[in-house]
């Protein structure tokens, strides 16, 4: 069957507070992207995920929605958003947008209302369990620490936040919150928006006898805050039920074409993650077990058997290695080893592997998070580092604003930027290119199944992704040594080190952290 435009597809996500300033306020804006469509266009990007653009006051940078149909002012307006969207569509590139359904701001007019008293007509539009002060009404815990329940004396109520308190959780048990998420979702699909990336999806229902969630008896190895002794969030996360609600967005959302809904999914077993990607359910959902693994072939290998085995023909994976909630790859992996020669190795696997990649903005040339100091702190919960500002060239502020000051530390960008990478072919951003090239050209590495190679080291990652015509095998050594892999005939197609070309023979030798895209002779 021949695949959607979103299975072929390169996305990139674009943080826009960070991305281009073009107003010279020191935060990026919507015409900034605009800006710049030219520069993903050349690499190779068919997709743009733009973190939250709706106005929010920003306890948790936007992920606390106020208007859920407007734009937020630092960010430009609704006609910013229409003119980067018809620039984008004329280079054939798509935009989708984040919803944050499961949660609103608590300045926005639904919740004010809702907590307003106990027979306002939206008071169950969120969930409220009135009762004494003493005791919450579960153990549930905030995913950013602390209980997940607020009491308001003024109407001797709790309300659940299973994030911030200024987040109160919406309840999707009341039908009119599901007809007004529909509503939103019309109104940005109306605007030509192609589809959303759909934030705590897995979260949107609750138990509804709101019952005590179980403790973790062992530590996760993949997702480092699973401790043995934390709360499995059993009851207040990836309910049975949820599945109707996704159902409900993906009605909406098929009633106009082309449209996908991308899910943040955080299963409880990750076993279920492919529960999501059902032909009335998500067409992508990320996987962050693969997204956190430490850089070793076999964590890498964990994720992607588990994504084999479990992902029926109708599912297609999403690769990521990095995002706006986590320290950038190249960082994590720098604490190890090489970072940078780790990021190489660790790009080629996402482009290569079966499934569609997403790059977070800066990622191509390597960004690392940024230093922020304890003064310019922003984010409730330490994720600034990984937020700052693109980094363009070395001009000042590496060229993302004429401001002064900017609204978050830039990183190190008289050594990492854009300008400096473009002309030098050694550089990651050359990689990027090369890599998004070749996959574009490469059908076996869009359409081809993909086979674990037999008989390579367990620490190097060995695959096949073939179709009746191409026989390609990726070969990726993890490691900090030279690894030997007894290999067939062929020919390189692209290496993480440029000078790596020509035919090879067994047994291929791999250099520390290298990694090659081979075509098979005959
Ligand atoms: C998601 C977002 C994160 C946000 C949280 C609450 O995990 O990716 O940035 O803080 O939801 O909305």
Redesign the pocket.
Known sequence: MALAWWQRAVFYQIYPRSFADTNGDGIGDLDGVTAHLDYLSALGIDAIWLNPINPSPLW??G?DVSDYCGIHPDLGDLAAFERLLAEAHRRGIRIIVDL?P??SSDQHPWFVESRASRTNPKRDWYIWVAGGPERPPSNWQS?FGGGAWKYDTATASWYLHM?LEQ?PDLNYRNPEVVEAMHDVIRFWLDRGADGFRI??IAGLIKDDQLRDNPIRAAADPDIPWYAAGTQDPLYSHDRPEVHDIVRGFRRVSDAYKERILVG?TWPREQERLADYLRPDELQLAFNFRFCLARYDASRFRAAIDLTQKTFGPGAWPTWTLS???FPRHITRYARGGDGEARARVAAMMLFALRGTPFIYYGEEIGMRDAKVPAHHKRDPVG?DGCRSPMQWSDAPNGGFSTNEKTWLPCGEFEAVNVARQMSDPQSMLALYRQLIQLRKSTPALIEGSYRAFEGAPDDCLVFHRDTEQQHIVVALNFTAEDREIDFPAGRILLGTSPDRTGSVKSPLMLAPNEGVIVTLDG
């Open positions: 948790d940078w992920y944050v499961n949660h995913s994030f987040q934030d705590v943040e995002n706006h909630d994720r």
